[in-house]
């Protein structure tokens, strides 16, 4: 453990690893135009396509976890980058579907390259992407991810919103 992580709380630690991750994408992404929002939100819709989606911004921010709003966002400014088309569902005029264009395509799969190289780092310590340390780690992951978060029901107890 480094000495700047002595006596740290998990949830400070977790912080932290969130920023030196957003921080090592946002720079290994830049080169291809790009932000660590933008790439979340590229790679998931391209993961999603490979799996025969074509999510609404709504089903993508709830994938993502991100804000529908900040997707929405994101969608219009990807979208006159040329990387993704945004257009109207038919049976739900008020929902809007997603789909990566050719380029979108092309430059996610470039930036999906240089993160899995990132991840790879990353995980090094732990013994490596395909280590049992590493499946344990996501697998941790995952569960604190699903852990329902409530800021007015903390420790157990009810609190008054303001």
Do not use: C
Request: aromatic share 4%; no cysteine; glycine share 10%.
């Amino acid at each position: 453990m480094s000495k700047g992580s002595e006596g740290a709380t998990p949830g400070f630690l977790v912080w932290r690893l969130s920023m030196k991750w957003r921080v090592a994408v946002d720079r290994a992404v830049a080169p291809l135009g790009l932000t660590h929002a933008q790439y979340s939100l590229l790679a998931s819709l391209y993961g999603m396509h490979r799996s025969g989606l074509r999510p609404s911004q709504r089903e993508l921010a709830d994938h993502t976890g991100l804000e529908p709003l900040y997707v929405s966002k994101l969608a219009r400014s990807l979208e006159s980058a040329g990387l993704l088309e945004r257009t109207r569902d038919p049976r739900d005029p008020r929902a809007v579907r997603l789909a990566l264009t050719g380029q979108g395509r092309e430059v996610t799969g470039r930036a999906i390259t240089v993160v899995q190289g990132l991840l790879r780092q990353l995980l090094e310590p732990l013994g490596g992407l395909d280590s049992a340390r590493a499946r344990e780690f996501t697998r941790d992951l995952a569960t604190l991810l699903d852990a329902p978060l409530d800021p007015f029901t903390a420790n157990g107890n009810e609190t008054e919103q303001s």
